[in-house]
């Protein structure tokens, strides 16, 4: 697995509540599903094609 990097990141309390909910829905912890955010969010900035698919943090396709 690649070397990751960790941050402190601060949040609303209420955003924090509303993305652990998300997170539970998507069955992923909240880190996985912080980081599949910022990854979707990177790729559409990069004009990346809606079939292409990244390995979310579980190494499993989405």
Do not use: H, I
Not at 11 to 37: H, V
Not at 44 to 55: F, I, P
């Amino acid at each position: 697995m690649a070397e990751r990097k960790s941050f402190l990141l601060r949040l609303p309390p209420e955003l924090m509540d509303e993305l652990t909910r998300w997170a539970k829905d998507e069955l992923r912890s909240l880190n996985a599903q912080m980081e599949y955010l910022l990854r979707d969010a990177v790729r559409r900035r990069r004009g990346g094609k809606a079939e292409e698919q990244d390995e979310d943090v579980e190494g499993t396709k989405r």
